[in-house]
């Protein structure tokens, strides 16, 4: 399956699109980090965005979206650009009938880490590890949007895989949600 990760900014948004694979593995197809001129008016801002976000999604076909979930921040214009960002992508998404998943910052983080309290160099490290990165430094908008659609492919949408295919930890990570669905 085809999971392309969006770690919205306005500014800078990251955008990652890996594979994964039946056996659970995952594969690195294309990272980018779309800018836009902070000089430029929000709404022109938002078009290039728009722009270059549907030429992605048209490139690369993904069969699902992994948007970071907004939380709040002491910043307000960061969550709003934060924010304005992700609806790009959930609008780019639903005009095409792909579905979006949301995953916070720390069940990202824990997916890829094992630990929710991970910061971005280990995050960066262990995307690393796990897909083969092109040559240079990525930016962290490019790695945590990776990391995005890689805690997507193992958590995130419906599993196409019997349990069996999952390893340990993904088992208890999978058996905890249902627990905590359950009680509410």
């Known amino acids: 399956m085809r999971i392309l990760g969006v770690d919205p900014g306005l500014t800078r948004c990251g955008v990652g699109i890996i594979d ?12 980018t980090v779309i800018t836009t001129d902070k000089d430029l008016e929000l709404p022109m801002r938002l078009l290039q965005l728009q722009k270059e976000l549907a030429l992605l999604i048209d490139e690369f076909q993904p069969a699902r979206i992994a948007v970071e979930r907004v939380f709040a921040q002491h910043n307000l214009r960061t969550v709003m650009g934060t924010a304005q960002a992700s609806a790009v992508a959930f609008v780019e998404a639903a005009s095409r009938g792909i579905p979006v998943d949301l995953h916070t910052p720390s069940e990202v983080k824990a997916s890829v880490t094992g630990t929710g309290r991970a910061n971005k160099v280990q995050v960066a490290s262990m995307v ?5 990165l092109p040559e ?49």
Do not use: F, H
């Not at 994964?20 to 990272?31: C, E, F, I, Q, T």
């Not at 240079?136 to 790695?143: E, H, M, Q």
């Not at 419906?158 to 249902?178: D, H, I, K, M, N």
């Open 136 to 184: 240079g430094k990525l930016l962290p908008d490019a790695t945590d949007a990776l990391a995005l659609a890689i805690c997507n492919a193992w958590r995130g949408g419906p599993v196409t895989t019997s349990p069996g295919a999952l390893t340990p930890a993904q088992q208890r990570w999978r058996e905890a949600e249902r627990q905590a669905k359950k009680r509410g």
């Open 20 to 31: 994964s694979l039946a056996d659970r593995s995952v594969r690195l197809v294309n990272v």
């Open 128 to 132: 690393g590890r796990l897909l083969i």
